[in-house]
């Protein structure tokens, strides 16, 4: 509007000053034409008054014909004198030359003579003179003066008139503007709160949506955006739960590093495998005592490193193994982004394959010395030996003896087989406690006195039957007191003793004076074919499966078997069972 009003209002004061200045013209013009016979002393009526002299006819033309608002018209003869003018305040002009510029050039001849003056009170007048010419001849000349207070009123007017029209268009607009702002900017503000607390992770608001225009369908396309935010988040939570879940309770320990081989996670198990409270920050290569080659190898892709990680234990011979497998993790575009480490304990697993390939070896061995034995005196009564009576009754009588040793062995072994299988099902019965005691001290009384041996049986009062399978808790009895005969020396003792627990169980002990088991021994006793002097122990008939056994049948029973030594002093075996409930009565 502001554009448009200068251009109109310039537009509007040219044309208005255009207009003004040709109408001053034409009037002009009109006035010179009229006055040029009267100033040529020709009178331009005939029948004209003789009395009426020029100058009189002149300020009579002046004044009344030509009348122009605020104007002031004067009428000059050729030397430029003043004849007439409209002016009543100027009338003292008369007779007087007019020495402005314009009625100069006037005279002499010029007819366009345009000027805009401002006079002593400030006001801006346009000033026309034209020559009075007759007959070609400059008889005079007009001068108009004519004030422009109207038209620039005018123009002042139509200024006020677009000021006042822009200023209400301002406010208008500005009205609007806030309107529209407001309805715009409100939706803004709306979606802008919306994606603070998106950010903050609150999901549970919606945008108002306030129409159909493009705001509005902004404002559906951010609540879409916000719900499947939401879904992919929780998600998301929901799938890192998991795995923190399955990182939390593996049985193998997991430990992730970045590309740079720094540990970025690690699991609870590998904490506890590694024996460190925290393994982030760590290096791979120290972790694990790897070089650094070996995790160079990784980025092939085709190599997947093993290695076996010797973690010392504490207060323990034995080293705790860990087979620590290493994975590379792939990312699109990015290739090698970091290493995974997976490490399981293999002690276990190392120790049982150890005791399988011990006891592979005990049974070939075991086998092997009875066969070889059997086979050399085979040979020799083959070759002639069974002629000779006495000595072939002496090498039958060997190859008799290691026959049994064998089936002795080969029983073992298939009872030890039934109990790991759980072939052998328990015949639980109600026993007589002291009684079963007494049965035993009975059975090998012979041999204890033959090494002049004492033995003593103390039952605790309280204890008269319980529920037990007493074929088999004989043959672990008849073990452990073989055991302490065995190893106890001539004029010895060994005392069988029950005594009822707290726990609801009953202990059974057998306790001798014999030569004890050096303390290096005491872990691996339990264990199948061990023998801590096995040239002696071979010698006394043994297997190195009783203990194995008893131990079978005791954990099948639910109770627990320890043996307890001192080198010299001797040593106690105590038997630990349950009492079923309701087995035990008075």
Sequence with gaps: MQLIGVYFISTMKTSLTSTFTNNMNEQANLLSEIAAQTLSNQPEKPGSPDDQTREEYLAVLVSNLFSINEAEIQVMDASGKVLATSSQSHQSYIGKKNTSLAVSRALQGIRDNEEEIIDEDGLRKKVIAKPVVYSD?????????ASMKELYRTVDRINRIFMSGMLFALGLTGVLGILLATTIT??????TRQAAGVAEGRFDQQVPVLGDDEIGRLSEVFNNMT???RDALSANEEEKEKLASILANMSDGVVAADERGFVIISNRRAQEMLRRENCEGVRLSELFGLEESQLRTLPDGNAQPQV???MQAEGE????????????????EHGISGTIAVLQDITEQERLEQSRREFVANVSHELRTPLTTIKSYAE?????????????????????????RM????????????????QAPLRRQQTNVPEMLEEVADRFSFQMRKKAIRASVRVDDGIKTVWLDRDQIDQVLDNLVSNAIKYTLDGGRIEISARKQETSAIAISVKDTGIGIPKRDLGRIFDR??????????????????????????????????LDSELNEGTTVTVVLPLMSGGETA
């Excluded at 020799?380 to 026959?403: P, S």
């Design 137 to 145: 001849k400059v008889v005079g000349a007009v001068y108009l003066v």
């Design 186 to 191: 409100n939706p803004i503000k709306a979606l």
């Design 227 to 229: 719900m499947r935010l």
């Design 308 to 310: 076996i990680y010797h």
């Design 317 to 332: 011979e034995e080293d705790e193994l860990l087979r620590v497998t290493l994975t590379p993790i792939h990312r699109r």
């Design 380 to 404: 020799a009564l083959d070759e002639g030996a069974l002629e000779e009576r006495e000595l072939g009754q002496r090498f039958v009588g060997v190859i008799r003896n290691e026959t049994e």
């Design 407 to 422: 089936i002795r062995l080969v029983t073992d072994l298939l009872h030890l087989s039934r109990l790991d299988s759980n």
């Design 529 to 562: 074919f061990y023998r801590v002097d096995k040239a002696r122990s071979r010698s006394m008939g043994g297997t190195g499966l009783g203990l194995s056994i008893a131990r079978e049948i005791v954990k099948a029973h639910g109770g627990s078997i320890s």
